[in-house]
């Protein structure tokens, strides 16, 4: 990374390395001619800070240290991989040995922003004396600055400091998205209601909204009284019910299967749900679970809670259902309005005696109490389809069955909008 800054670029464009670096000849310049695209890097002067009045859903920045955005993704991408520790030495042994090894352990992405040079240059170039020096250098000088800007501590470890810059990068980045992505993303299906959920059918009194005419029930009395043309009296209208405040939990499974792009797709879909969920004054929990639930917050409204508490999800072993049900029913058994819960996995429950029947009894007592709940699915093999179908329909919700991991974000929101499209007024 230069000196004087960070460039942010997406992941197909290439970043030129700074340019107080030694140049490698024809390598370097066809480097620097093959840039296809690349995105306006942010730097920002201070240090992230909660103020929901002025901002709303977003961090402020307030005068203070310097703390550049773009470094966040280096966080979330360590995140994805797995990585707690950051180490230029650990880093560049991996590289020269096998490059392909290193590849598949940190990503592609992971070691292009904290090198600079993209994987195909990396590669071509590590045979390379001259090169090896430079990169080893160029990682020491990376990793010393996240330490500089207190996003590491000394040890290399991720800080409190640096979860949050990694939080609000992740928020930026959506936000900068193109219309229709993003944080913006639209679903596939039903724009959501505002009208709350059929309870009752009256006649029709002046000021009614044609969306509530019940159309069955009005054919119905027309064939029975023998009519042939329709007054407005003969109109018969579904009252609704108010069911107040939605509150979701987003119960996310951050098993050992779910490391790389399931882990980062399920963080931005997450995120993606809160913020639109918050803009409705709907309240989002979150659960993150593997072998035992790992972090858990309280439905709430504030953004800034949950979009730091998703940039901590790393993954594990296995998968215990029956832990996470119960910790949803005991964050949600004081909350007020409808009660539900998304669960995201990819595997079948796998820690506990018998994990399956264990975690269709959990669910249907949880039922029992008001709690709905439904499961995305992603590449859930046979087997794990049909344990899926009886958790849901235990639950009384929905499942959805995701085979590219790119599409978590639009189930997500959907489900969201399905769910809140018969519980507001």
Do not use: W
Not at 73 to 94: C, K, M, T, W, Y
Request: charged share 25%; aromatic share 6%.
């Amino acid at each position: 990374m230069p000196a004087n800054g960070v460039v942010a670029f997406d992941g197909n464009s290439r970043v030129r390395p700074s340019a107080s670096h030694d140049n490698f000849g024809d390598e370097r310049a066809e480097q620097k001619t093959t840039v296809q695209q690349t995105s306006r890097g942010f730097e920002l002067d201070g240090r992230v800070q909660r103020n929901p009045e002025e901002e709303k859903l977003m961090h402020t920045v307030v005068p203070g240290d310097k703390n550049t955005v773009p470094d966040g993704l280096i966080v979330e991408e360590a995140q994805n991989r797995g990585v707690g520790v950051f180490s230029p030495d650990l880093f560049f042994d991996h590289l020269v040995n096998n490059y392909r090894m290193a590849e598949q352990l940190y990503g592609e992405k992971l070691l292009r922003l904290i090198t600079g040079y993209s994987g195909a240059y990396l590669e071509r170039n590590l045979r390379l004396p001259e090169f090896k020096k430079v990169l080893k250098q160029q990682l020491t000088d990376n990793i010393q600055k996240l330490e500089d800007t207190g996003m590491l501590d000394k040890d290399g470890k991720i800080t409190a400091e640096g979860f949050s810059i990694g939080a609000l990068a992740v928020v930026l980045e959506e936000l900068n998205m193109p219309a229709g992505t993003g944080l913006q993303e639209t679903h596939k299906g039903k724009t959501a209601g505002k009208i709350g959920e059929r309870d009752d059918t009256r006649t029709y009194h002046r000021g009614d909204t044609y969306r509530d005419i019940n159309v069955r029930k009005t054919i119905s009395q027309l064939i029975k009284h023998g009519k042939t043309a329709i007054t407005p009296q003969d109109l018969i209208i579904s009252t609704r019910k108010h069911t107040g405040t939605v509150n979701i939990i987003y119960a996310l499974d951050s098993s050992a299967s779910m490391k790389g792009t399931k882990l980062h797709a399920c963080r931005r879909a997450g995120i993606a749900l809160a913020y639109r969920a918050l803009q409705r004054k709907d309240k989002v929990g979150i659960i993150i679970f593997g072998e035992r639930v790992k972090d858990a917050v309280a439905p709430t409204t504030d953004f800034s809670i949950l979009a730091e508490k998703m940039m901590h999800m790393t993954a594990t072993r296995q998968t215990n259902f029956v832990d996470m049900i119960q910790h949803a029913s005991e964050l949600l058994t004081n909350q007020t309005g409808q009660k539900h819960v998304l669960i995201l996995s990819d595997a079948l429950p796998t820690s506990g005696t018998d994990p399956k029947e264990d975690a269709k009894r959990v669910i249907a007592n949880a039922h029992s109490q008001g709690i709905t709940f439904s499961l995305i699915g992603v590449k859930l093999n046979t087997e794990g389809l049909d344990l899926a179908r009886h958790l849901v329909e235990l639950g009384g919700g929905k499942l959805y069955q995701v085979n590219d991991a790119g599409e978590v974000k639009g189930m997500v929101l959907e489900e969201y909008e399905r769910i809140t499209s018969n519980a507001h007024l």
